[in-house]
């Protein structure tokens, strides 16, 4: 196996992967590290570390696929490479520990080496009231599945063949081309909004509504509610 290294940081795993060596092999190797450890890792969310090595987009994209299958979410990529750099931006992933929420899950036998411990979090105004949502920085690919108790955020596209079921709204910063159910707990007054809402299926409590033909005009932000009875979809605004 090729040396990669695992420590524990506050924003989950930091996975610093040898400069030298084939992208298939030392994605082989990795699989095979969490895959000993199934349940360590289920559910953590890895940094990579890769240095001066140039990765391409599609090598991040198949790394992404294999760790999508074990439930690891690959959330930022740190290098000194432009290629890499670029790519990673272009996922929608963080390249800097700074632009990375501090989580809380991170396997058993990986200490935190962290120097820094995180600091209380401000007051928040006890006249807002907040809600729970997730985060998603990358585009969902056919065959994603995002289903979540709360809200739904997408920084990138839905892809078709890709599915997001929400007890909230579903926010998409990008394409929505894809399947999404929002106010899946009943909610009938969830939103779908997108920068371009072209749903394979949107649907909204218990309503259900599809795609028109494509429709030949320049993409706008929208957003789908129900009113009356029906899913109506209408210019997004601030």
């Given at each position: 196996m090729v040396s990669i290294e695992f420590k524990g940081i506050r924003q989950g795993i930091l996975v610093t992967l040898p400069d030298a060596g084939e992208w298939a092999t030392i994605q082989a190797d990795l699989a095979a590290r969490i895959d000993s450890q199934k349940e360590f890792f289920r559910g953590a969310n890895i940094v990579l570390q890769v240095g001066k090595r140039s990765v391409r987009r599609h090598e991040l994209d198949s790394l992404i696929t294999l760790l999508e299958k074990r439930n690891v979410v690959l959330t930022g990529v740190l290098s000194e490479a432009a290629t890499t750099q670029g790519a990673t931006r272009k996922l929608g992933l963080a390249t800097d520990?700074?632009?990375?929420?501090?989580?809380?899950?991170?396997?058993?036998?990986?200490?935190?080496?962290?120097?820094?411990?995180?600091?209380?979090?401000?007051?928040?105004?006890?006249?807002?009231?907040?809600?729970?949502?997730?985060?998603?920085?990358r585009t969902l690919r056919s065959g994603n599945n995002i289903h979540h108790h709360g809200h739904v955020i997408v920084l990138g596209d839905v892809n078709a063949g890709a599915e997001i079921i929400a007890g909230g709204d579903i926010i998409v910063w990008g394409h929505l081309r894809g399947v999404v159910h929002a106010g899946a707990n009943g909610g009938l007054d969830a939103v779908v909004c997108a920068l371009n809402l072209e749903p394979t299926q949107l649907r909204i409590g218990s309503l259900i509504s599809v795609s028109p033909a494509k429709r030949r005009r320049r993409p706008q932000p929208e957003?789908?509610?129900?009113?009356?009875g029906q899913i109506h979809a209408e210019a997004w605004k601030p």
């Open positions: 520990l700074d632009e990375l929420e501090v989580v809380s899950h991170r396997p058993a036998d990986v200490p935190e080496t962290h120097a820094q411990q995180p600091t209380a979090a401000p007051a928040m105004n006890s006249e807002v009231q907040g809600a729970d949502a997730v985060l998603i920085r957003r789908a509610y129900i009113e009356n």
